[in-house]
């Protein structure tokens, strides 16, 4: 069973910078399928913020991070990271890490880490 545990998050003033972690455990081999970070703010649905193909290896992002983030990996920890810059009180929002299973989907998510910017 994958188990993912997010860490990293708090709170932060506008302009500043936080870097979130996920630890995959449980992935027979870390190095396949994707992983993302998602994020959810008050009211709103959750939403895609950046993915990594791990085999690949490739990413993509929300136009709205486009610039200011980075996702990246590490295998020999079982690890991501969402390194997170020039971070606005819009970003705001639980983060949650997630990873596919066998079908492609995200079949398995983080518990979540608040990240709260401040104006």
């Known amino acids: 069973q994958v188990q993912l545990v997010e860490s990293g998050g708090g709170l932060v003033q506008a302009g500043g910078s936080l870097r979130l972690s996920c630890v995959a455990s449980?992935?027979?081999?870390?190095?396949?399928?994707?992983m993302g970070w998602f994020r959810q703010a008050p009211g709103k649905d959750r939403v895609v913020v950046a993915r990594?193909?791990?085999?690949?290896?490739?990413?993509s992002y929300a136009d709205f991070v486009q610039g200011r983030f980075t996702i990246s990996s590490e295998s020999a920890k079982n690890t991501i990271y969402l390194q997170m810059n020039n971070l606005k009180p819009e970003d705001t929002a639980i983060y949650y890490c997630?990873?596919?299973?066998?079908?492609?989907?995200?079949?398995?998510w983080g518990q979540g880490t608040q990240v709260t910017v401040s104006s």
């Open positions: 997630a990873s596919t299973g066998p079908t492609g989907t995200y079949d398995y």
């Open positions: 990594l193909n791990l085999f690949l290896p490739s990413t």
């Open positions: 449980g992935r027979t081999n870390f190095n396949r399928g994707t």
